[in-house]
């Protein structure tokens, strides 16, 4: 399996930006698939999850209502579309993928440790 970022850039504060990820090597719609972000200086931390058939989806409260994830198993890609970004949003934009069992996410959807595969990131910029 293998996992493409793309999409990221530089946005001014209150803007929209969307990153995608493309998923090749494998069975996409057999995986969960999630967003997780790393600021420098700081952790990576978790931002969104969609289960296998999007029947359900997850965020960081930081992210609520501001930030959308959503897959098309057709085409083998994951969207995440952030508006209202802040300049608190800047860090490099990490695409998971978690083998499904369900259809629903795992309990453990915000654990790094949950998901098999990793993209290499991209960046997003917010500036103030």
């Known amino acids: 399996v293998r996992l493409v970022e793309s999409g990221g850039g530089l946005v001014q504060g209150g803007g929209s930006l969307s990153v995608l990820c493309s998923f090749t090597g494998g069975t996409f719609s057999g995986y969960a698939m999630g967003w997780f972000r790393q600021a420098p200086g700081k952790e990576r931390e978790f931002v969104a999850a969609i289960s296998v058939s999007s029947i359900e989806t997850s965020y960081a409260d930081s992210v609520k209502d501001r930030f959308t994830i959503s897959r098309d198993n057709a085409k083998n890609t994951v969207d995440l579309t952030m508006n209202r970004l802040k300049p608190e949003d800047t860090g490099v934009y990490y695409c998971?993928?978690?083998?499904?069992?369900?259809?629903?996410?795992?309990?453990?959807?915000?654990?790094?440790?949950?998901?098999?595969?990793w993209g290499q990131g991209t960046q997003v910029t917010v500036s103030s």
């Open positions: 998971a993928a978690d083998l499904a069992y369900s259809d629903r996410l795992s309990p453990y959807f915000r654990m790094q440790g949950s998901y098999d595969y």
